[in-house]
Nanobody, 115 residues
Framework: QVQLVESGGGLVQPGGSLRLSCAAS????????MGWFRQAPGKQRDLVAQ???????NYADSVKGRFTISRDNAKNTVYLQMNSLKPEDTSVYYC?????????WGQGTQVTVSS
């Protein structure tokens, strides 16, 4: 059974930081491209950041320079370090695992940026 379990969300003030984690089980983690997406109420789910199985990264323009995605294949975990958070970063953040023929989602974790 495949599971992607996100953690680390919460309430933070503007300018603050959070670190999201996504622990994967039931997959050969090292061959998957991993990503973080976010979805605000009434909006589509958008890519935030991706990290390929080889370690290459890709970011949405809105988070470049503020967010960093990383992975630890030994722990089957992908991280999203979020700095200089803004109110517009408020969303549910979802972890995604993708490879040829397989695509899985986590249940999401809420991030709220508010004073």
């Amino acid at each position: 059974q495949v599971q992607l379990v996100e953690s680390g969300g919460g309430l933070v003030q503007p300018g603050g930081s959070l670190r999201l984690s996504c622990a994967a089980s039931g997959i050969n983690f090292s061959i998957y491209n991993m990503g973080w997406f976010r979805q605000a109420p009434g909006k589509q789910r958008d890519l935030v950041a991706q990290i390929g199985f080889g370690g290459d990264t890709n970011y949405a323009d809105s988070v470049k320079g503020r967010f960093t995605i990383s992975r630890d294949n030994a722990k089957n975990t992908v991280y999203l370090q979020m700095n200089s958070l803004k109110p517009e970063d408020t969303s549910v953040y979802y972890c995604n695992a993708d490879t040829f023929g397989s695509n899985f989602w986590g249940q999401g974790t809420q991030v709220t940026v508010s004073s």
